[in-house]
């Protein structure tokens, strides 16, 4: 039996995001291509209350079949993380795309600026979808094709149910709070990523330290692109992936 590739999208999106290359990924993987929403995102209308990055990836990691490939973007590279150090029998191979065991900016450990994260937070109380488009852009910066992967992000994302606000107010709480590094260090499952040298929210230099920690993990750089590679260098973001797994 071939292994699934389960794909996991970031804070604010839902699966719509990964239509423009689950075609391509059924063409060149063997086995199942399934896109899976995060708990309160898209169609996955039920929440665990309180909602924890444990208690979400729990409800996860129940729709997996075993020795799942869990290709995690941004946010979903944590519940990818997070599941594969306690419930290893799911995962074969995590995949990070443009993700990291520790999103928050430290003295120590290049990320997101404490800032940014709460301004989102405060924004979010009055602002839902504004917020969102904030992230989008963000997300996009320094992509050549920017705008159009915005315009495009937001169709796909149309597509299905807009999140809750408990699940996304939660997610910004696991995005400033929650460190994996540890658990990162010691894992046991092989780890590959993939990030865009221009990613503001994922800094290029964290690349090294993450290496530090996993001497085993594997990675690739996409030069020109940022924090969705594979929506802004389709082609080079699934040569990558295609090597990896």
Known sequence: MQNDMVLLHGWGMNQGVWQVIKPELEFFHDGEVRCLDLPGFGNAQSIPTPYTLHAAAEQLSTQLNDQSILVGWSLGGLFALYIAAHWPDKVAKVVLIASTPFFAQTDEWPGIKPDVLNAFKDQLVSHREKTIERFLAIQ???SESARDDIKQLKALLNQYPAPQEQALSAGLDILQQDDLRELFAKLTVPVRGIFGRLDSLVPYRGIEKMHALQPQFEYEVLDKASHAPFISHKAAFISALKSMC
């Open 140 to 142: 996009a910066m320094g």
